[in-house]
């Protein structure tokens, strides 16, 4: 009972911390969805606790929450407060007036962590400094636009700092760390090579992508990332190629003919 209690207080923080962002008056913040971690996920054990509050795209369900992770080793607490969480799957007895979420079941699920581009979240290494950075994914934070947006936190001493504003990472709200990934996406972020990569679409068929390597000069973490390189995509000079221009700076351009993925 004391646990449920700590998690609705840590509910009704998040509910109101933005209240121009997300309506709730329309249903109980009393009501929520729990969701516990059968194992620790990168060494932390994790909750959250949802509260859906809104339909977007006519499919997804979102709504603030709040999750606390606890570090299985230091046992160190830290806790974030999602705007707009999306769980697929996890609602029932769903009832929705004008995209707005008046009722469903208080449930409380455990579940397992299969696929990293499938999940709210990961704990992953994004900016190769050795140390896991928790990537949260959040839809509808914006009227005009439903899509979905990545946010970076690093892990200091029990609390969560925000780097989302850092370079490169401001200019990649949707990003992957898988190239094959279907869907769209602004950015990759490429392990093997320690790189990341920033894509202006610029039109159906090209795109400049941005690569960012590291500075090791820089101390500042601000500054980590340096811009090295950018790569010109075009699909419409030859049927069935990719046409890459590479761009460094006091080089000579590089130009690349690769066989493309799809016909």
Not at 24 to 31: L, M, N, Y
Not at 217 to 226: L, M
């Amino acid at each position: 009972m004391k646990k449920h209690l700590f998690f609705w207080l840590l509910l009704i923080t998040s509910l109101y911390a933005y209240p121009n962002r997300i309506e709730v008056k329309h249903i109980s913040p009393s009501k929520y969805i729990t969701f516990k971690f059968l194992k620790p996920v990168s060494g932390y054990k994790i909750v959250i606790v949802w509260h859906p509050t809104k339909q977007i795209n006519t499919e997804k369900v979102v709504g603030p929450a709040t999750m606390e992770l606890t570090d299985i080793i230091s046992k160190k607490k830290y806790v974030l407060n999602y705007q707009s969480l999306e769980m697929d799957g996890y609602i029932n007895n769903l009832k929705v007036k004008n995209d707005l979420v008046t009722d469903f079941t208080i449930a409380e699920y455990t579940i397992s962590y299969v696929n990293l581009n499938e999940k709210p979240f990961y704990i992953f290494d994004i900016n190769f400094d050795g140390k896991k950075e928790l990537i949260i994914s959040e839809y509808g934070l914006n009227k005009f636009d439903e899509s979905k947006k990545n946010k970076i936190f690093e892990f200091n001493d029990g609390k969560l700092t925000d780097i989302s504003s850092y370079e490169p990472f401001k200019g990649m709200l949707n990003f992957s760390i898988d190239k094959d990934e279907i869907g769209f996406h602004d950015g990759f972020i490429d392990v093997k090579n320690k790189e990341i990569i920033v894509t202006d679409q610029l039109g159906c068929c090209q795109s400049i992508d941005h690569v960012f390597g590291i500075d090791n000069e820089q101390t500042i973490p601000q500054n980590r990332f340096i811009e090295i390189r950018t790569e010109d995509n075009d699909w419409r000079t030859k049927p069935g190629y990719d046409i890459m221009v590479i761009h460094i700076k006091g080089k000579k351009d590089q130009t690349k003919q690769i066989k493309s993925k799809t016909p």
